[in-house]
Each structure stands twice: as structure tokens, then as C-alpha cells.
């Protein structure tokens, strides 16, 4: 079974860039639609971005769209999303998953997540 850990959160001011990772381990990576999910304090965990086993066609949510980029490197086995323009609201913890890419619901365990906080 595929284990992820993610990485890359930290402090960011409004309009900042970060890139967050999501490294893993056993399973067969490449054949895995991923995506990632966020959190916000006192909100439910919400859909952010997938993408399926072969890289194409993206997928996004809306408050996110034209900002966020999600992107595979199957040779490392790692996921990852490039976040522009960062708004206060995107403040939350980060998961990445498993995910069903047809109805973007998350499968198997929940990691530890990365941080994101987004200052005004």
C-alpha cells in the first residue's frame, strides 16, 4: 500500500509562491490518480486539485483555478503543487491522497499534511 508524506508549507505573505511536495512510497506510484485536499480551522476538508496516472488534464477547484498547478514526476515518485498568488484564504493544512479522478473522492489513509499559512 502506498504511503505519502507531504512537505513544503510553511510562512507565506499574501501574493508569495510556495511549492508543496508529496513524496511516496510502496505501492506502484504510477499508476495512482493523486490529488490534494486542504483543510482550514473549524472548516471540512475540501477538494483543492488531481491528477490522474498519466499527468494530463488537471483538475481544480474553483477558488484555486489559474493560481495552483498540479504536476507528477513518476521517475520520483512525487507529486507536487506550485501555488501563486496565495491569498489569505488558502491558509490551511494540505493533504495529498489517492483519488478517484472521475469523482474526486479521496481514497485510503490521510498523512500528518504540511502546513499553509498565508498572511494579509
Known amino acids: 500500500q502506498v504511503q505519502l508524506v507531504e512537505s513544503g508549507g510553511g510562512l507565506a505573505q499574501a501574493g508569495a509562491s510556495l511549492r508543496l511536495s508529496c513524496a511516496a512510497s510502496?505501492?506502484?506510484?504510477?499508476?495512482?490518480?493523486l490529488g490534494w485536499f486542504r483543510q482550514a480551522p473549524g472548516k471540512e476538508r475540501e477538494f483543492v486539485a488531481a491528477?490522474?496516472?498519466?499527468?494530463?488534464?488537471?483538475s481544480y477547484a474553483d477558488s484555486v483555478k489559474g493560481r495552483f498547478t498540479i504536476s507528477r514526476d513518476n521517475a520520483k515518485n512525487t507529486v507536487y503543487l506550485q501555488m501563486n498568488s496565495l491569498k489569505p484564504e488558502d491558509t490551511a493544512v494540505y493533504y495529498c491522497?489517492?483519488?478517484?479522478?472521475?469523482?474526486?473522492?479521496?481514497?485510503?489513509?490521510w498523512g500528518q499534511g504540511t502546513q499553509v499559512t498565508v498572511s494579509s
Open positions: 510502496g505501492g506502484t506510484f504510477s499508476i495512482y490518480s
Open positions: 491528477v490522474s496516472w498519466t499527468g494530463g488534464s488537471p
Open positions: 491522497t489517492r483519488i478517484n479522478y472521475g469523482n474526486r473522492a479521496p481514497i485510503g489513509s
